[in-house]
């Protein structure tokens, strides 16, 4: 690991609370770097401060509502106080939940998009002035597998991703030639707290399949490499580089970090 890569960066993460935002968190303070973690849940941003040990002094924690607006202006108004300005947002934040479309209620759909989809906007549109007077600026969404293959019974969860998936590539166009760059992962077959529900966000509980769920339909389940499912410090990583120097030709793309679960 690059104990220095980001040793001069400053980066907000939202979703800090716990899995692989949490994760994200950690890794970049061990790269050197000064965070802001944002949750929902105060109790999640504990569990990172204690988690960050004598890096908890290049640590701040901030309790946002990534579906509020009024929360995240105030939230990125304080991250970048505290940061003194701003090279990178990971906006790691979201939920998900399943089950048969046909008795899907229509807020309960629009609950996932609010949440994934528009508040990785919010925080986007807040964010983008004090990352245009940043240091190499980089932006890094959370997509996911489902955006593009089938995952039946998360179609909210689906179509919230296969959003954000886009939104990535029409800012990496619009924010190229002003130095921000915009990309993707797609996390697929990664335990966390939004796949297994042990995560401390109450917004980060487990996908629920319906009781009468049909497994046939995931035509694969395991990856291909690995002992099963990995830990969130693997997309962690790879969220790392992207956001770092290491990633400074990559812009207006994804990649799938899922063990070839997708092949």
Known sequence: MNLTRYADRRALVTGGGSGIGQATVLRLLAEGGTVVA????????????????????????????????????????????????????????????????????LDAFEQVLRINLTGTFLMIRESVPALLRGKDAAVVNFSSTSAAFAHPYMAAYAASKGGIQSMTHALASEYAK??????????????????????????????????????????????????????PETVASVVAM?????????????????GGTHF
């Not at 992207?242 to 899922?258: C, K, N, P, Q, W």
């Open 178 to 231: 002003r130095g921000i760059r915009f990309t993707a992962v797609q996390p697929g077959s990664i335990s966390s707290g939004m796949t297994d529900g042990s995560g401390a966000s109450g917004r980060s509980r487990g996908p629920g399949l319906p009781e009468d769920a049909d497994l046939s339909l995931f035509t694969k389940l395991a990856p291909a490499i690995g002992q099963g499912f990995a830990g």
């Open 242 to 258: 992207l956001a770092s120097e290491d990633g400074g030709f990559i812009t207006g793309t994804e990649i799938r970090v899922d």
């Open 38 to 105: 944002a949750d929902v849940s105060e109790a999640g941003l504990k569990d990172t401060e204690q988690k960050a040990g004598a890096a908890a002094d290049r640590l701040t924690t901030l309790v946002v509502d990534v579906a509020d607006e009024t929360s995240v202006r105030t939230g990125v108004a304080a991250a970048v106080t505290a940061l003194g300005g701003l090279d990178v947002l990971v906006n790691a934040a979201g939920v998900l939940r399943s089950s048969h479309t046909h008795e899907t209620s």
